[in-house]
């Protein structure tokens, strides 16, 4: 689960995933060949415990769908910087719906606490970040899309796997709805786990019997609690915490793979930038700093980690870490970003598309998603305004400028 498609999901949730080249149209399918492709896979299916019944039954109304294979291979049309991520991640609005779901959801959250010890925090803005608390979970059919690159494209054993380990989940009764949807790649429910994740890590929270990640917030929460506890969360421990970098701080030291002891980094003059003590000085911790010296800068720890291989990049692991501090009562970050142009918040990419669409530009829905379309109305706006780079990023200028009348 730890790889690009892992994160497909959380890219989708940026509006991040529209703009993507669109070179390649899909093959045409094959229903001969995806015939006798599942009928082999119909073998594995059986040596693993589903009957032939059984896998008929799951299997018997499957068509290829194609056109998820364009999106094995695509790349990002636009790069986007960590700071805009984070903004459209930790924005007001995610935070005061956090704030909500741990009020609602309080004795639950202790419940889980107690039992698989993580903090509701924590767990809440992974559900935050995932699936924006269960709002957001993917469109396309779960195995269709599945089936579909188990048998085409260039990552079929794994998908044959992730395709497999749904059907036992749907055989085993976990899942009940054979049309359930997710990310093209698999991922789905509150959690977006891949299929073979909810099968190693899905608990019954509920006391139903099943493992329900797609309707039970029970099931769901602990079982994002129960991920993080076996990727080695220690109950009790910050992620870590922002820090001030010392003048010279040679900033080839940062890199969450390199681990010393916090006395070790506090001897170079790691200070916390809220005045507070670092932790005990043998404990392992690593800075990272995701934009150089001149951005925000972070002492990490082992917990750190677990959230990150959860998601298994940097920018989604500190919009967890940052969000959890705001549904704690932080007020954000100190240092500012490297930027004159910083990020928005969800509500203020919707203004910027009202903005758009009020100057002509055919953009689609209104839906705080920047797509390509958005992109190209944005860089459009950034030529007729003389702005440079023209790159279409959905920013604070261009909102400001646009937002002037220019
Ligand atoms: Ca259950």
Redesign the pocket.
């Known amino acids: 689960m730890k790889t690009r498609l892992r994160t497909a999901m959380v890219f989708a949730l940026l509006g991040a995933v529209g703009a993507v080249s669109a070179a390649a149209p899909p093959p045409p399918a094959d229903a001969a060949a995806f015939a006798r492709c599942l009928a082999g896979i119909r073998g594995d299916a059986a040596r693993q415990g589903i009957p032939g019944e059984a896998f008929d039954r799951l299997t018997a109304d499957l068509q290829p769908d194609m056109s998820v294979l364009p999106l094995l291979d695509a790349q990002p049309e636009f790069t986007t910087p960590l700071w805009d991520y984070l903004a459209g991640l930790v924005d007001e609005q995610r935070v005061t719906d956090g704030r909500a779901m741990l009020a609602e959801h309080r004795d639950l959250l202790a419940r889980v606490a107690a039992q698989h010890g993580v903090d509701a925090e924590t767990v809440v803005a992974v559900w935050g970040v995932e699936s924006d608390y269960g709002r957001i979970s993917g469109k396309r059919p779960l195995r269709v899309s599945l089936a579909t690159l188990a048998c085409n494209g260039r990552r079929q054993p794994f998908f044959r796997g992730e395709f497999l380990a749904l059907l036992k989940l749907l055989h085993a009764g976990d899942l009940r709805d054979p049309g359930l949807t997710g990310s093209w790649a698999g991922a789905f429910g509150h959690t977006q786990f891949m299929p073979s994740t909810y099968a190693r890590i899905a608990v019954?929270?509920?006391?139903?019997?099943?493992?329900?990640l797609v309707d039970?917030i029970?099931?769901a929460l602990a079982s994002t609690a129960h991920y993080l506890a076996r990727a080695g969360w220690r109950t009790g421990q910050p992620w870590g915490y922002e820090v001030r970098l010392p003048a010279g701080f040679a900033i080839a030291q940062a890199g969450r793979t390199n681990r010393r002891p916090v006395s070790d980094w506090a001897a170079r003059g790691i200070v916390r930038v809220d005045g507070g003590a670092l932790p005990a000085g043998d404990t392992r911790a690593a800075v990272i700093a995701p934009t150089g010296a001149t951005g925000p800068a972070f002492l990490v720890l082992r917990n750190y980690d677990a959230i990150y291989s959860y998601n298994a990049a940097e920018s989604y692991a500190l919009a967890i870490a940052l969000l959890a501090d705001r549904l704690r009562g932080g007020t954000g970050l100190v240092a500012a970003w490297p930027t004159d142009d910083p990020g928005l918040s969800r509500a203020q990419r919707r203004e910027l598309q009202t903005l758009l669409v009020a100057r002509g530009h055919d953009i689609g829905e209104v839906d705080g998603m920047i797509g390509t379309a958005t992109r190209r109305a944005i860089q459009a706006e950034q030529r007729r305004l003389g702005l440079s780079p023209d790159d279409g990023r959905a920013g604070r200028r261009i909102l400001d400028a646009l937002q002037a009348g220019r």
């Open positions: 019954d929270f509920d006391g139903d019997g099943r493992r329900d039970s029970p099931d």
